[in-house]
């Protein structure tokens, strides 16, 4: 796992298994963005058993079976979609693939995990929509800034037990870095990634949902812009949003590709969570100038100050809560309302966005 480079950056957890071998099993299809790893290793780490992996491009696949040996290569999707042990199947591919991918798994009878952002326009989402109603299966997004963080984790814990009461705003930063050297065609074409506020600002408003209690938010304003790559004209390497809840609680928000290359990771992201009796802020991956390591949560409420270090403390619990949701046909780990509202608002955000900057 490559701290530098946020594509493959691949969390690794302890491994917490809520199902024996083989009793929950799944395959892997489409290997274009790296964050399949890490959805790998949570999935694995949870007990489910990995059968398939399937791409067209051999390399991938090669590089794939690298960290995952025991998963068997499939010569087609459909050797997949037929065998009755898979019920879920895991797919990272281009953005403005992954639902029509996600709908065809979901009429195979099996439940869908894509990378995010799983849409990248409103008539992909509405026709997954219809397609999860009429077949009963799941389309699960992977949400990696809040369910593959431990900082963020524990703060949404001490949400919960109330230690700064009610949530009335958050501020988040999403800086990346932008390794353009190695990063794939589809990367630069807006088409196919679908904004940077569709693609990276997803992770941002999946948290302000979660953090605020809120089930729907209202885009009051946004904008997007190409600062420092000319040579690539559809790109977005900046973007920022401003959303209110319905509770009230509002949300400002960054993202953008200008990580400093003296930076020790990908990105310093982090969120910074206001309550009606304390504050929050998670320090994800590096504390500046400080520590290298990441999952920093600041605590500040009436009872004082605290800092809590939680890297291999808290665990990934989505992961085994959403193969159990899976088995069970409930809605604990995350629902389907929630997120297909956390991509429809990145949409929305997208489509409403002023070019500030060419």
């Not at 995952?68 to 895991?90: N, R």
Request: hydrophobic share 35%; aromatic share 10%.
């Amino acid at each position: 796992m490559s701290k530098q480079d946020g594509m493959n950056y691949a969390p690794k957890g302890k491994v917490n298994r809520v199902v024996d071998e083989g009793e929950f099993t799944f395959g892997v299809a489409a290997l274009d963005h790296g964050h399949i790893n890490g959805m790998t290793n949570g999935l694995v780490e949870a007990g489910a058993t990995l059968k398939w992996v399937y791409d067209p491009d051999p390399e991938k696949v090669k590089e794939y079976r690298e960290q995952f040996p025991q998963a068997e290569v499939a010569e087609s999707i459909d050797q997949i979609l037929d065998d009755p042990e898979v019920k879920l199947v895991a797919a990272a591919a281009i953005p403005n693939e992954r639902s029509a991918l996600g709908n065809r798994v979901m009429k195979a009878g099996k439940d869908y995990f894509s990378d995010k952002t799983a849409f990248t326009t409103m008539e992909q989402l509405d026709e997954t929509k219809k397609v999860v109603k009429e077949t009963g299966q799941k389309f699960w997004v992977y949400f990696s800034e809040r369910l593959h963080v431990e900082g963020a984790i524990f703060a949404g814990q001490l949400i919960e037990d109330g230690m700064i009461g009610d949530v009335i705003q958050i501020t988040g930063f999403g800086p990346h870095r932008l390794n353009k050297e190695s990063r794939p065609d589809w990367f630069f074409n807006k088409e196919q990634y679908g904004g940077i506020l569709c693609d990276i600002g997803s992770h941002q408003i999946e948290q302000f949902l979660t953090f605020t209690g809120n089930k729907d938010a209202e885009i009051l304003h946004s904008k997007v812009g190409n600062y420092a790559n000319p040579d690539k004209p559809e790109l977005e390497d900046y973007g920022d949003a401003t959303l209110v809840g319905e509770n009230g609680a509002t949300f400002i928000f960054k993202v953008d590709w200008f990580t400093p290359d003296g930076l020790s990771t990908w990105g310093d992201g982090r969120m910074f969570i206001t309550g009606t009796k304390g504050t929050i802020e998670v320090r994800k991956y590096v504390d500046v100038a400080k520590e290298e390591s990441g999952d920093h949560v600041y605590l500040v409420n009436e009872e004082g100050e605290k800092h809590y270090h939680v890297s291999g403390e808290v665990g990934f619990p989505f992961f085994g809560e959403m193969i159990k949701d899976c088995i069970d046909r409930t809605e604990n780990a995350m629902t389907q309302e929630h997120i297909f509202k956390a991509q429809e608002l990145c949409i929305l955000a997208q489509e409403k966005a002023i070019r500030v900057k060419n």
